[in-house]
């Protein structure tokens, strides 16, 4: 059991490159999440998915894009690349939302930065 | 609207003293509560969680939460600090209806010197 698995561990990006952040997970949790970390900032939830074919944006969504074919799998796009953007990236998933709250499982991050 | 306040960026202990790191949320209905870490390189892992029932809440690695809700509180605490307890320490509330995500504080850098 693997848990939530990222790729790539780190990246450096040249401002306008495009990229895409790769999550599995292998709990068969419906529920999936992408944040950011940036130092002394908290985590901020990017986009969320609540099952295939259907996701919602955070509170940071602006500058990516997600999609969810498979329960598995959650990628983060980022679409031009801007300093900005440059942070941690970790996804994450759970059994449930809200109601029931299950525990989220997280992944060991993406380090990204944008030059 | 549900909010998180992590009082102290950073908490400095000595191995054996007491660990207390302060959580206070704002939520319009009754929350669910969360600690979790984050270890250097790594991902958040949860400590324990409070949704209902008794108050204390006992996590892993010994630490412990207390929900107060006329202080709207979840302050978690450990007896006694051992150097591997060195970490960053995050609060989280959701709301325990209906569909919610997770809304974060800054965190609390925990240091413990010998």
């Known amino acids: 059991n693997a848990g939530v698995t990222q790729t790539p561990k780190f990246r450096i990006l040249k401002i306008g490159q495009s990229m895409t952040l790769q999550c599995t997970q292998d709990?068969?949790?419906?529920?999936m999440y992408w944040y950011r970390q940036d130092p002394g900032m908290g985590l901020k939830l990017i986009y969320y998915?609540?099952?295939?074919?259907?996701?919602d944006k955070g509170e940071v969504p602006n500058g990516y894009n997600v999609s969810r074919s498979t329960t598995e799998d959650f990628p983060l796009r980022l679409e031009l690349a801007a300093p900005s953007q440059t942070s941690v990236y970790f996804c994450?998933?759970?059994?449930?939302?809200?109601?029931?709250?299950?525990?989220?499982?997280f992944g060991p991050g993406t380090r990204l930065t944008v030059l | 609207a549900q909010s998180v306040t992590q009082l102290g960026s950073h908490v400095s202990v000595s191995e054996g003293a007491l660990v207390l790191l302060r959580c206070n949320y704002s939520s319009s209905v009754p929350p669910y509560l969360f600690w979790y870490v984050q270890y250097p390189n790594q991902g958040l892992q949860l400590l324990l969680k409070?949704?209902?029932?008794?108050?204390l809440v006992k996590g892993i690695n010994g630490f412990e939460a207390e929900f107060k809700k006329s202080e709207t509180s979840f302050h978690l605490t450990k007896p006694s600090a051992h150097m591997s307890d060195a970490a960053e320490y995050f609060c989280a509330v959701t709301r325990n209806s209906g569909y919610s995500t997770l809304t974060f504080g800054k965190g609390t850098m925990l240091l413990v010197s010998p």
């Open positions: 709990m068969n949790h419906n529920y």
């Open positions: 994450a998933s759970s059994y449930s939302m809200g109601q029931g709250a299950g525990e989220q499982f």
């Open positions: 409070y949704t209902t029932g008794a108050t």
């Open positions: 998915s609540v099952g295939a074919g259907i996701t």
